[in-house]
C-alpha cells in the first residue's frame, strides 16, 4: 500500500491578486502597494501566489500587533473598539 503524501505547510495558498486582496480586506490596488513595500508573494508563471503565515507574519510586524482577519463569527463592532483604542494609544505615545 503507498504511503499517502505529507501535507505542506501551507497546502492552500492563495493564488491570484483577487484571493490576496480578499483575504487581506484591502482592494486590489492596495495590495499592490502593499507588495512593492515588501508583502510576501511569489511568482509562479503568470500568477501571484502567497501563503496565508506569511502574510499574517508580515502584517503582524507592520502594524507591531498581532492581526486578525475577520471571519464569520468575528464580533466587528468588539474588533473596530480595539482597533480605536490602539491607534488612541499610538497617538498618546508619539505626543510624548
Avoid: C
Wanted: aromatic letters at 6%.
Amino acid at each position: 500500500m503507498p504511503k499517502p503524501l505529507k501535507a505542506k505547510k501551507d497546502s492552500n495558498p492563495l493564488v491570484g491578486w483577487q484571493q490576496i486582496a480578499a483575504f487581506l480586506g484591502v482592494p486590489i490596488s492596495t495590495a499592490h502597494r502593499w507588495a512593492k513595500s515588501g508583502l510576501p508573494l511569489k511568482r509562479e508563471g503568470r500568477n501571484v501566489v502567497a501563503s496565508v503565515e506569511e502574510l499574517n507574519g508580515w502584517l503582524g510586524r507592520e502594524v507591531a500587533e498581532p492581526v486578525h482577519i475577520a471571519t464569520a463569527e468575528t464580533d466587528l463592532g468588539a474588533e473596530l473598539k480595539r482597533g480605536l483604542a490602539f491607534v488612541q494609544k499610538e497617538r498618546r505615545d508619539r505626543k510624548r
